[in-house]
């Protein structure tokens, strides 16, 4: 069984971006940075659902903002004006992701396009500025959302488990650039986590709530910088996927 690592106190005065809100991973991570005492800015496309995560932890805890990923030319200027209207930062957390039901001969670019753009570029427009400002100021957490999923070329999604692994090589990057500057950079690699993105994979072993999973972040972006698995034990399964040499790999069905 997977246990959560204890709580940790926040930083006083703890602010937090986290893009990807709405819903599952990223609405559980909300509440769980309000109810450690952060200040939260909260931003996703649809903006209904913000508004039920604000008035849910309070309006004067959480800082609501409409916002497309893919829209990346916009983000050095949003980001600028939240950081204002937070007092500062001291941690992005980077949830938003797409995963599209794709058919096993199902080849469609446009669709990969869109999977790359959210799930990989959208990521590299939040935590550069990021990057930026807690390198300036040497303090800070930087958190991507990654997958299982991207850790082997499985037939079943090629887009999305590229684009989780380019994400995870993007952030082990930052990880190596930002540790002398005292910033911290953690890879999240989830398991099957309850969402809209999984609802339709029918009955899943394993799968934990998003609130379990929104916890275990929290806790280790308080404490770690490296890859952390959630839950942990699908670091085995992945020790074991990895050591697959590549000829066996590609008859399995997974």
């Not at 709405?22 to 996703?44: D, M, P, W």
């Not at 989780?164 to 911290?184: C, D, F, P, T, W």
Request: glycine fraction near 10%.
């Amino acid at each position: 069984m997977d246990v959560a690592p204890a709580p940790t106190p926040p930083p006083v005065h703890a602010r937090a971006l986290v893009v990807g809100a709405s819903s599952g991973i990223g609405a559980a991570v909300v509440r769980e940075l309000v109810a450690r005492g952060y200040r939260v800015a909260a931003l996703a496309r649809r903006g209904e659902e913000l508004e039920r995560l604000r008035a849910e932890c309070g309006a004067e805890r959480v800082l609501a903002r409409v916002h497309d990923v893919q829209r990346v030319a916009e983000v050095p200027a949003l980001f600028e004006e939240l950081v204002r209207a937070l007092g500062g930062l001291d941690l992005l957390v980077y949830v938003a992701g797409i995963m599209p039901k794709i058919g096993p001969l199902e080849f469609d670019t446009e669709t990969d396009a869109e999977i790359l753009a959210v799930n990989t570029l959208g990521a590299m427009a939040w935590c550069n500025p990021a990057a930026e400002f807690f390198q300036s100021k040497r303090a800070g957490t930087l958190v991507g959302i990654g997958s299982i999923a991207g850790d082997r070329g499985r037939r079943g999604n090629p887009a999305y488990g590229a684009s989780k692994a380019a994400l995870g090589h993007y952030l082990e990057a930052l990880r190596n650039r930002l540790s002398e500057h005292g910033v911290r950079v953690c890879t999240i690699k989830p398991g099957f986590v309850e969402s809209a993105m999984t609802a339709g994979l029918g009955r899943l072993q394993g799968i934990v709530t998003a609130e379990a999973a929104a916890r275990t972040i929290v806790s280790y972006a308080h404490r770690g910088s490296g890859v952390r698995y959630v839950p942990l034990r699908w670091l085995g399964v992945s020790l074991v996927i990895r050591s697959i040499p590549s000829f066996l790999f590609r008859r399995l069905s997974i």
